[in-house]
């Protein structure tokens, strides 16, 4: 197993509350520190750094407005915020704008929608290096590697390509699956295990034919991100039924999930792709503390092993992207053994 980490996850240091956000801010470094450790205890490899691909990936999926923002909204945003106070709106940019602000107070709410993202000093940098991870895995994957998993922090599958949100600031799978797509020339398809929808993903390939988006979530009736993730939502244009939503109820049992998850396979199978992007959210075990009025899909340890056996029969060269998981005591057992699980059904 090919294994992606770098350490300047850690410059995006978000141990504190952070004002306006009403619940603890779960998206902290001990996350990836804990998947460190419980990777290492399982042998599943050496844990190597990220090849430096430059912006070229990036730009490739994001807005240039929406990247300067990123890199300079910190330092820029210091007469607005005390000292090293994280940069967070208090005004977000909402149906029927009609003036783009270049004012810091404006445009930290034109270019997020929710104030569980906010800036940090080290947030750029933490996010760019989560991105290299993406690109690293996936060039190794093109190279020949059946599996490459990139332990990236932040995660990214609610970023747009001019919004951030849900702690998310670059889209690490979509960044992966367009440096696949156009290294190689193929099909790319990008399953969303995550308990919450994948928005960001949604929107940068709804028009894409080449891309086909696959997601598992809890219904956006009752969670996050709220207004994405119906099962209507299936593309547009040329990419119609390029996009795909299963939307779960609140605590869906083990065999629907496994169940819904096999119907998910059966299109990627359909669509013909060269290469899977997995976008991996430990937030669906029923142990995970984010979902909202303990709603937690009801899927256990043991579960995890049918997720992987199910996902390996595909049977296509995977890019793994760490996305949510907030149970930090578990999170590192849980990543280690859809790994090995992955391995062990190929």
Not at 94 to 104: A, D, E, L, S, Y
Not at 128 to 138: E, L, P, R
Not at 201 to 220: K, N, R
């Amino acid at each position: 197993m090919e294994i992606l980490y770098s350490p300047h996850h850690a410059k995006h240091a978000t141990t504190l509350r952070l004002p306006g956000y009403p619940l603890p801010y779960f998206e902290i470094p001990a996350r990836a520190e804990a998947i460190v450790q419980a990777i290492r205890k399982a042998g599943l490899g050496k844990l190597d750094e990220p090849r430096d691909f430059g912006m070229a990936p990036i730009t490739d999926v994001h807005a240039p407005d929406f990247i300067r923002y990123l890199q300079t909204a910190y330092q820029s945003s210091r007469p607005f915020f005390e000292g090293t106070k994280p940069a967070i709106a208090d005004t977000f940019n909402g149906r029927g704008w009609r003036h783009k602000p270049t004012g810091w107070p404006g445009q930290l709410g034109y270019y997020s929608f929710d104030v569980a993202a906010a800036i940090l000093e080290g947030t750029w940098e933490a996010a760019y290096w989560s991105a290299q991870c993406a690109v690293t895995a996936a060039d190794r994957v093109r190279s020949g590697s059946r599996f490459a998993y990139a332990l990236c922090r932040p995660p990214g599958h609610h970023a747009a390509r001019d919004q951030h949100g849900g702690f998310c600031y670059l889209n690490n799978a979509a960044i992966a699956a367009t440096a696949l797509r156009r290294s190689t020339g193929q099909r790319v398809a990008i399953l969303d295990i995550d308990y919450h929808h994948g928005n960001g993903t949604q929107e940068i390939f709804y028009a894409d034919p080449d891309v086909l988006f696959c997601s598992l979530h809890a219904s956006p009736d009752a969670e996050y991100p709220f207004f994405w993730g119906g099962k209507e939502e299936r593309g547009e244009g040329e990419a119609i039924g390029c996009n795909r939503n299963w939307p779960l109820p609140h605590s869906v049992s083990e065999n629907d999930y496994l169940t819904a998850l096999g119907e998910a396979v059966a299109v990627i199978r359909e669509f013909k792709p060269g290469f899977l992007v997995l976008s991996a959210g430990f937030d669906f075990m029923e142990s995970d503390p984010v979902p909202l009025n303990g709603g937690s899909f009801r899927v256990g340890p043991s579960g995890l092993d049918s997720v992987a056996r199910i996902i390996a029969g595909l049977s296509l060269p995977t890019v793994i992207i760490q996305e949510g998981g907030y149970d930090v005591e578990r999170l590192g057992l849980y990543v280690a053994r859809l790994l090995t699980g992955l391995i062990r059904h190929t």
